[in-house]
């Protein structure tokens, strides 16, 4: 995963590249100290003494705080709003010589589906600049598919990493509640919000999460479970792996040409020994009554 080209030349590329035509309008701050931070970097990766994420420039959506970094989560109303202290993510991210390159564009205050709707103006998808990434966290799934970063974080609430990565041809993971600590994530919906990750491969995404997972004292409701090595069997099969494809996603309105790359798809993981079951995710009315 790691990126063996020279740190500070890629810093000073994608730096003076943002600041001459921001492309795809998908970073809208810069670290002011970055070249410094990608020095440093530089420097323990050639004496073999760097951390995990050493080499990989990453993006981080602007409702999460980044100290001495405008938090505007796409709003003018937080404008001046510079956060005194960094989310746990962040910090966990600095720990393992992550080089943080600067804030993202975002659907304001996350809530749209578009990335549209910015007082930074529309993100614009890398695949097709005519379209949307999907939202709320258009910028971070731009950065990564349009190469401006490696990996970048982004937050879920009800499909805003999720969307996106299906939009720009990417890896997006949404973890279980509570894997990752929320503390310093400007909430929409505390109950349903989660950061996570974009990447363009399995591999940075899980290498991202092995970072930023983990039981937190200042998050009541991240878990106390030992987090795992999510790379550790990427090279296993998927034989035996049970598939569910649940009905109610094949009726009337689907697109076809999106049903037919579903299809192939399924017919892929055949191929390859996963067990395809057919389930249904309707709730029985006896049962929604109780919820209610």
């Known amino acids: 995963m790691v990126v063996k080209d020279n740190l500070v030349f890629r810093t000073d590329d994608i730096t003076k590249c943002v600041k001459e035509?921001?492309?795809?309008n998908a970073l809208i701050s810069l670290l002011p100290d970055i070249k410094e931070r990608s020095q440093v970097i530089q420097d323990k990766m050639e004496k073999g003494d760097d951390g995990i994420l050493a080499g990989l420039l990453i993006g981080v959506k602007d409702n999460i705080c980044v100290k001495g970094l405008p938090t505007t989560c796409g709003s003018l109303?937080?404008?001046?709003?510079i956060p005194p202290y960094n989310a746990i993510v962040i910090e966990k991210i600095f720990q393992q010589d992550g080089l943080i390159i600067g804030k993202i564009n975002m659907d304001e205050f996350a809530m749209g589906s578009s990335s549209e709707h910015s007082c930074f103006g529309p993100v614009r998808n890398p695949i097709d600049e005519t379209k949307v990434p999907?939202?709320?966290?258009?910028?971070?799934?731009?950065?990564?598919?349009?190469?401006l970063v490696d990996v970048a974080l982004g937050s879920d609430t009800g499909g805003s990493i999720r969307q996106l990565a299906a939009f720009c041809g990417i890896v997006g993971l949404k973890p279980t509640y509570g894997r990752v600590s929320r503390y310093g994530l400007v909430a929409f919906a505390s109950s349903l919000d989660q950061i996570g990750t974009f990447s363009k491969t399995v591999e940075g995404s899980a290498t991202l999460l092995g970072v930023i997972a983990g039981i937190d004292g200042r998050d009541s409701t991240s878990i106390d479970i030992q987090v795992p090595d999510y790379t550790a069997n990427l090279d296993q099969d998927i034989k035996g792996l049970r598939i569910g494809i649940p009905a109610e996603y094949f009726e009337e309105g689907l697109n076809k040409e999106i049903k037919e790359r579903i299809k192939s798809c399924i017919n892929f993981f055949k191929k390859c020994g996963a067990e395809i079951k057919q389930i249904s995710?309707?709730?029985p009315l006896m049962q929604?009554?109780?919820?209610i």
């Open 281 to 283: 995710l309707q709730i």
């Open 21 to 24: 035509n921001n492309p795809f």
């Open 77 to 81: 109303i937080l404008k001046n709003f």
């Open 134 to 147: 999907g939202g709320s966290s258009g910028g971070s799934a731009a950065a990564v598919s349009g190469g």
């Open 288 to 291: 929604l009554q109780c919820i």
